[in-house]
C-alpha cells in the first residue's frame, strides 16, 4: 500500500480524534495486547482490500484515507469529514468481538440445522450468546456495561466445530470489510457530490438544484443506500481475487449478506428489553439513517440474482436460510425470554471482582500509534 502525504494527515486527525473519544464503553478487547494485534490485523485486511479494488478513483481513496480502529469508542463504524481537513474513518473495536461471536453462532446454527449436529447447544445459550452481542453492539452505560460487554457469555471460536471454524472466519472478515468498504462508499459519494456541484455542466447544474431542493441535505437514506451499492461493488472484487478458491469466494459473499443480517438482528432487538432488570439495550449510539435492514438485504440479493442467476439458491443457500434459523430466537427475545441466571452471575462476579485493568489517555494512544 503506498501512503500518501493525504494519508499521513488524514491519519494524524484520526489520533487526534481519537484521543479525544476514548472515553467510550463498549469494546471487550482488553488492554494493549490485544488491541494492538487487532489494529495490525485490521490494517493488514485493509492492504489486501484495497489491492483488490480495480476501479482507481476508490483505490485512491484507499490510499488517501486513515482507516483506524478506535478503542472503547462509543459507535460501531464512522466516516469522519472535517471541513477543508483530510477525512478519516474509525471503526470500534467492538466490531471484532460482535462479528465474531455472531459468526460463530451463525455457522453453527446453520450446521445443526443442516443435520451435521456439529454442536450441542440449547434455546437458552442461543439467547444468551445473541444478548452478548447486544451488549457489544449497543452502548452502554459506564465501565459497568464494558465489563458486561467482555463477561458476557460468548461463543468462542474454540467452541465451535473444527470443520466451520474457517467459515466462521471468512464471515467475521467480510462484515469487518463490507463495513469498512460502506465507510469508503459514503467518502466516494460525498466526492461526487463535490465535483459535480463544482462544475456548471448540465448534470452539474441539476445535481445542484435537486439538492437545493433537498434542503441542502440528500435525504439520508439515499445516502446509506449509495455507500452500500458502492461497498457491495468493493466486496464484489475482493472476493473475485478469490475466483479460483469457490468455496471461500462464495463465503467472502454470504459473509456479506450475514454482515446485514447480524445487524439487521440488532436492530430488531433494539429497544425490546428496556424493562428487564440489568440489560439496557436502549441508549443506542447507532445513527437511525441507515438502511432498514430488510431493505438493504433484498437489494443485495438482487445483484447477487444478477450474478447467479439459476444457481442463486444454492449458492446462497446459508444466507437464504438465516431468517429462518435466527428469527425463533429473535421472537422469543421479543417475547420477553432473557438470559440466564448464570448470565448474569458471571457479570455479576466480574463487577465485584475487577477495576478497570488501566486507564486511556492521550499518552497511551500516542504510544500505541508511536507518535
Ligand atoms: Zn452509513
Redesign the pocket.
Known amino acids: 500500500m503506498k501512503f500518501s502525504e493525504r494519508y499521513y494527515k488524514s491519519r494524524r486527525n484520526a489520533i487526534n480524534e481519537i484521543s479525544m473519544k476514548m472515553n467510550g464503553n463498549k469494546s471487550a478487547i482488553l488492554g494493549v495486547g490485544h488491541f494492538i494485534s487487532a489494529i495490525k490485523k485490521i490494517q493488514k485486511e485493509i492492504s489486501i482490500l484495497s489491492a483488490s479494488v480495480t476501479d482507481t478513483a476508490t483505490q485512491s481513496l484507499f490510499y488517501n484515507t486513515a482507516i483506524e480502529l478506535i478503542p472503547y469508542g462509543r459507535f460501531n463504524a464512522q466516516l469522519v469529514h472535517p471541513r477543508k481537513k483530510e477525512p478519516f474513518i474509525l471503526i470500534d473495536t467492538s466490531i471484532v468481538d460482535f462479528f465474531g461471536n455472531m459468526s460463530a453462532l451463525y455457522v453453527t446454527l446453520y450446521a445443526n440445522n443442516n443435520n451435521q449436529n456439529v454442536l450441542d447447544i440449547t434455546e437458552q445459550e442461543v439467547i444468551d450468546i445473541l444478548f452478548a452481542s447486544a451488549e457489544i453492539f449497543y452502548d452502554g452505560l459506564g465501565w459497568e456495561s464494558e465489563l458486561n460487554a467482555i463477561y458476557a457469555k460468548k461463543l468462542n471460536y474454540n467452541r465451535i466445530h473444527e470443520g466451520n471454524r474457517q467459515r466462521a472466519m471468512t464471515y467475521s472478515l467480510a462484515s469487518r470489510l463490507f463495513i469498512i468498504s460502506?465507510e469508503i462508499g459514503?467518502l466516494y459519494h460525498n466526492q461526487q457530490v463535490g465535483q459535480f456541484a463544482d462544475k456548471s455542466s448540465r448534470l452539474g447544474k441539476f445535481w445542484n438544484d435537486f439538492w437545493n431542493a433537498l434542503g441542502g441535505h440528500m435525504l439520508s437514506h439515499q445516502k446509506?443506500r449509495m455507500?452500500d451499492i458502492h461497498a457491495v461493488e468493493i466486496m464484489l472484487q475482493f472476493a473475485s481475487t478469490y475466483k479460483n478458491n469457490p468455496p471461500l469466494f462464495f463465503d467472502i459473499l454470504n459473509g456479506v449478506h450475514f454482515c446485514m443480517d447480524a445487524i439487521h438482528t440488532m436492530q430488531m432487538l433494539k429497544g425490546k428489553h428496556k424493562d428487564v432488570e440489568g440489560l439496557k439495550l436502549i441508549g443506542v449510539n447507532e445513527r437511525p439513517t441507515?438502511p432498514i435492514g430488510g431493505f438493504r438485504i433484498s437489494e443485495y440479493r438482487d445483484r447477487l440474482k444478477k450474478m447467479f442467476k439459476d444457481e442463486f439458491d444454492s449458492l446462497f443457500h446459508p444466507s437464504l436460510q438465516y431468517h429462518k434459523i435466527v428469527h425463533p430466537y429473535i421472537e422469543k427475545i421479543v417475547s420477553g425470554a432473557v438470559p440466564s441466571t448464570d448470565y448474569f452471575q458471571m457479570k455479576e462476579l466480574a463487577r465485584n471482582l475487577l477495576e478497570p485493568p488501566w486507564v486511556w489517555d492521550n499518552n497511551s494512544v500516542k504510544n500505541i500509534y508511536g507518535i
Open positions: 460502506h459514503h446509506e455507500a441507515h
